[in-house]
Each structure stands twice: as structure tokens, then as C-alpha cells.
């Protein structure tokens, strides 16, 4: 039985159970306002290998996956701030990816319907200088500069929030424009990229999923990317290498038994990933250690910045799972969105110039909205058929709870496999 068939008949026999089972988890540690999961399909398995707090792609999502999302962010904000009248979205500085200013206008619109005031402030703007954008959709955009009164943040204009939502994920650091603010913001500042450890996020999905699968009577790595954890590593300096091949090996040993325990006949392979930060940076792929001994110049260099020009010192080795979705004969990997824990809506991540083992977040890569089959829309809305939301968003869902769980207290790095 596939995995999305496994998930589909537990929703289907045991869906109030699994509905306890996440209300209690919740109560255990709240998730954050918004979180956005790529998943990895492969027809056996389903996992999460990324998880981002600062979700930049609302645009994407379906008509009626952007109808939720509002409802869970008024549920959200009714709940946790309903004195929240004002709100300030801070964008990614790099805004004039047309892409990502139509997420922007996308948020934007969400929470207008609402009712609410939002305006945009920007880390990078100058002051005196607010810039001027234009949406893809045709909406004008205005980012204000920001300035500090005491331990309050404002824009230049006088606009006042009563709550602050990042949308930049910080890979370069906390700016201090956001410290020690007396309103509040989601998610912390300690929460960006310059401190957050993917290792340290997987180990916490990997206990939740062996929880749920306990629980459920499924095996936990169907539902899991196993991996392993290296620091001080300097790829231009070739240091640190022997702890990244090792860990290959490691990883791809543990997957070797389990592919023997399934009937697997395929080669196992890893991705070597930056411990930190996202846009597909930092990011290649290994069948053997001995990959990682024998990296020419490009590819030392690939692996040594990452975004922002920030030096990728830590990286993950984490399991491969070859995509079976495709979208018009492209691969494709299931995206999910979440507001405060709950799945909103998804889309997928296509990429035409790369094969189902491959990293989709790449040059080449374009998204398709997901249908949602709760709301009929399979057939009606884009080009995606049978997107098995449902199923995704159990697991994606995990994944949001486990980002709550995080721990960077000294020596909490992850556990590897």
C-alpha cells in the first residue's frame, strides 16, 4: 500500500483520533502563525525536507486554499491578538522578484479582507526613500522605511502597527531593528535563519513522527528524511570533508537496510544541505562518500555561500527520495501551507530541467496551485489532478508542530538516524 493510501485510510477510519492526537500536541507547544512544508513523494514515503517560517508563496495557492487561509489568520488573530487592528508586514529585502512581490500583494489582500490595516516596512529602505514596486497582478506596492521610538517599531510615514509579521527569513542575521520590541512579532526574531539549525528541526519531527506512528501503527521512516549533522566544515578549504563523507556513508548504510527490508532495488543517494537557510541554496547530491572527497572547484564553491553572501559552515546529510509527482510530465514536489498549525491549501514545485532525484528548487523551477478536494476544485482549477492535499497536510502538519519544538539551548544540536 502507498503511503498516501496508508494516511488516506487512517484519516478515513481514525480522522477524530488523529484530530486529538494534534489538538494535544498543540496544547504541548503552540505552532507558529505561518509555516510552509516541502514534501518529498516517492509513493512508499512521504516527509518533510524543509520547513520555512517566512512562507513566500501565497500567490500560488487555489481560490479556496486562499478563502481558509483568511478564516484560520482571523481564527488566529480573534484567539491570540484581537486588539490587532494595525499590522506591518517586513518583506524579504531582495523584493523585486516578481514572484515574490505577488506573495507579498497575496498577504496583503488576506488580511484586508479582514478588515485590518497593513502596510509594508522594509529593512533595506533608505531614509526618506520609500521604493515603489508594482505587483505582476497590478498591484502598486510601497515599502516604507522603518525607524525605532524607544522599543517601539513605526514607519516613516507615522503608521503604527500593533503587530508585527516577518516575511524575510533573516539568513544574514537579527536585524536590530526587530530587538527587543514591545509589540509583538511572528515569529521571534530567534526564530530567523541566522540562528535556526535544520538538524535541530529534523530531530524534533523525527520524535513527533515516531509519536504519531506509534500511535497509528504505521513505520515512523515512511513518514521521515533520516540524516546526520556535520559542523565546521570550509568547502573552499577543503576541511571538514572526511565528517561529511562519513556521514554520507552513515546515512546511506541506514538507508541501504531499509531499502532491503522493503524490496527496494533502487540506488540509495543523500542530499548534502546547508544547515541553515533556504531558497535551494547550499544543496547537492551524493551516492558515496567518496563524492564528497573528490568536489571540484564549482562545486566547493556552490556549497560555500549561501544566501545573502553568508558562508555555509554546518551542513545536513539528509536522505533521498526520489519524486514520483509530476505536473505535465515535469517533476514535481507537494508543497503545503499552514496558518497557526492548520493546512490551508498547497502547490506544487515543478522543475523541467531536473530529474525525480533531484534538488526542484533550482533554476528552472515554476509552481502549480493544488486543487483542494474538500472543496470540489480537482478538475476545475489549474492543471493538477488527484493532489491528495488531505494526506499531505497530515504529515506537513507535523512538521509545523515540530518547528514549535525547537531547542537552541547550548548543546541541543539534532540527533542524526
Not at 500560488?60 to 478563502?67: I, T
Request: hydrophobic share 40%.
Amino acid at each position: 500500500m502507498s503511503i498516501l493510501d496508508t494516511l488516506k485510510a487512517l484519516d478515513e477510519s481514525r480522522g477524530e483520533d488523529i484530530e486529538r492526537w494534534f489538538a494535544a500536541k498543540r496544547a504541548e507547544a503552540a505552532p507558529f502563525f505561518t509555516t510552509s512544508v516541502d514534501l518529498r513523494h516517492s509513493g512508499l514515503r512521504l516527509a518533510p525536507v524543509d520547513t520555512n517560517l517566512f512562507p513566500a508563496g501565497f500567490n500560488n495557492l487555489s481560490p479556496a486554499a486562499r478563502a481558509r487561509a483568511s478564516r484560520f489568520i482571523k481564527r488566529f488573530l480573534e484567539e491570540q491578538y484581537p486588539d490587532a487592528k494595525r499590522i506591518l508586514i517586513v518583506p524579504e529585502n531582495h523584493t523585486r522578484n516578481l514572484g515574490y512581490l505577488e506573495n507579498l500583494a497575496t498577504l496583503l489582500s488576506l488580511f484586508e479582507t479582514l478588515g485590518i490595516e497593513v502596510q509594508l516596512g522594509s529593512l533595506a529602505a533608505q531614509a526618506g526613500h520609500p521604493v515603489e514596486l508594482e505587483a505582476p497582478g497590478g498591484r502598486r506596492l510601497t515599502e516604507y522605511p522603518l525607524k525605532r521610538d524607544g522599543d517601539r517599531l513605526l514607519l516613516e510615514n507615522g503608521f503604527a502597527p500593533d503587530l508585527i509579521v516577518i516575511n524575510n527569513d533573516m539568513t544574514a542575521g537579527a536585524p536590530d531593528m526587530l530587538k527587543n520590541l514591545r509589540q509583538p512579532v511572528l515569529p521571534p526574531v530567534n526564530m530567523g535563519w541566522w540562528q535556526r539549525r535544520k538538524s535541530v528541526h529534523f530531530a524534533a519531527y523525527k520524535t513527533l513522527a515516531e509519536e504519531f506512528a506509534a500511535q497509528f501503527s504505521i513505520d515512523p521512516w515512511l513518514i521521515c528524511a533520516g540524516f546526520h549533522r556535520c559542523g565546521l566544515v570550509d568547502f573552499k578549504q577543503q576541511t571538514g570533508l572526511d565528517c561529511v563523507a562519513a556521514g554520507v556513508d552513515e546515512v546511506l548504510n541506514h538507508m541501504r537496510e531499509k531499502y532491503a527490508e522493503y524490496g527496494i532495488a533502487e540506488e540509495p543517494y543523500v542530499y548534502v544541505k546547508a544547515e541553515s537557510g533556504t531558497y535551494g541554496m547550499g544543496v547537492m547530491t551524493a551516492r558515496s562518500a567518496g563524492d564528497m572527497l573528490d568536489l571540484n572547484k564549482k562545486e566547493r564553491n556552490k556549497m560555500q555561500v549561501i544566501k545573502e553572501g553568508t558562508k555555509n559552515s554546518e551542513v545536513i546529510i539528509q536522505e533521498g527520495i526520489p519524486t514520483i509527482d509530476t505536473v505535465s510530465g515535469k517533476p514535481a514536489e507537494p508543497m503545503v501551507y499552514i496558518i497557526d498549525g492548520v493546512p490551508v491549501g498547497g502547490m506544487y514545485r515543478v522543475n523541467g530541467q531536473r530529474d525525480a532525484y533531484g534538488n526542484l528548487n533550482a533554476a528552472g523551477m515554476e509552481f502549480t496551485g493544488m486543487c483542494d478536494e474538500a472543496e470540489d476544485e480537482c478538475g476545475q482549477w489549474k492543471s493538477v489532478q488527484n493532489c491528495h492535499f488531505r494526506s499531505f497536510g497530515i504529515v506537513a502538519a507535523i512538521a509545523a508542530l515540530a518547528a514549535a519544538r525547537e531547542d537552541y539551548s547550548v548543546g541541543k544540536e539534532g540527533d542524526g538516524i
